[in-house]
């Protein structure tokens, strides 16, 4: 196990609606990164965050948005929910320095959106 | 921009043969390669990394992989498969130069049949 929980594990929505996944970092992480996967596909980066700042982002429209605490746990907030956002999000930490440092992933939340 | 593919999306091996799990990626600098495995519900479990230095690197439950720049590919492989070897492995790449985030291969479904 990695020490990074998500919760809930799983979430069924309805178009429209607004949602809310929480992430607890590994101790000592500074850094966590979300990632959307699609059933079949690879994760697909969302965006990051480092010390509460946001730190990059992928190609993710703006109701896709973020915070991080001053504990390093983290939320991803979607709001006006779509069909395609129906997907397993994946919270990431890491101790970031030279960038070469591996990700460390939650199990995920599978979100079903109706 | 960065960019991985893997070119089969299933790799069907005999208990007790070698595997190898292709990767082959794009990156405008310096990559640093990673492999994930994933099983079913469950979030991604780092395998290995290349940064730099030795071409082969080792990494958990007997895994390797081989780096080859002139062919840019980033190769899984193990000299003999396990049932328990059976999951999705996904390759990723991450190029600091151009962002924070890992950049994901589709995923390959190895089956280790007994």
């Known amino acids: 196990e990695t020490g990074v929980t998500q919760s809930p594990t799983h979430l069924i929505k309805t178009r429209g609606q607004q949602v809310t996944l929480r992430c607890s970092s590994q101790s000592g992480h500074n850094t966590v990164s979300w990632y959307q996967q699609a059933l079949g596909q690879g994760p697909q980066f969302i965006f990051q965050y480092y010390r509460e700042e946001e730190n990059g982002r992928g190609n993710f429209p703006p109701r896709f948005s973020g915070l991080q605490f001053p504990n390093y746990s983290s939320e991803l907030n979607v709001n006006a929910l779509e069909l395609d956002d129906s997907a397993l999000y994946l919270c990431?930490?890491?101790?970031?320095?030279?960038?070469?440092?591996?990700?460390?992933f939650g199990s995920g939340t599978q979100l079903s959106v109706l | 921009a960065q960019s991985v593919a893997q070119p089969e999306d299933q790799v069907n091996v005999a208990e007790g043969n070698p595997l190898t799990v292709k990767c082959t990626y794009s990156?405008?600098?310096?990559?640093?390669l990673f492999w994930y495995v994933q099983y079913p519900n469950r979030g991604l479990q780092f395998l290995l990394k290349?940064?730099?230095?030795?071409?082969l690197v080792k990494g958990s439950y007997g895994f390797e992989a081989e780096f080859n720049k002139s062919q840019t590919s980033f190769h899984l492989k193990k000299p003999s498969a396990l049932v328990s070897d059976s999951a999705l492995y996904f390759c990723a790449v991450r190029d600091v130069n151009y962002g924070q985030n890992f950049v994901f291969g589709p995923g390959t479904r190895l089956s280790v049949l007994p």
């Open positions: 990431a930490s890491s101790l970031e320095g030279q960038g070469t440092e591996k990700l460390f």
């Open positions: 990156v405008s600098g310096n990559p640093y």
């Open positions: 290349y940064i730099t230095g030795d071409n």
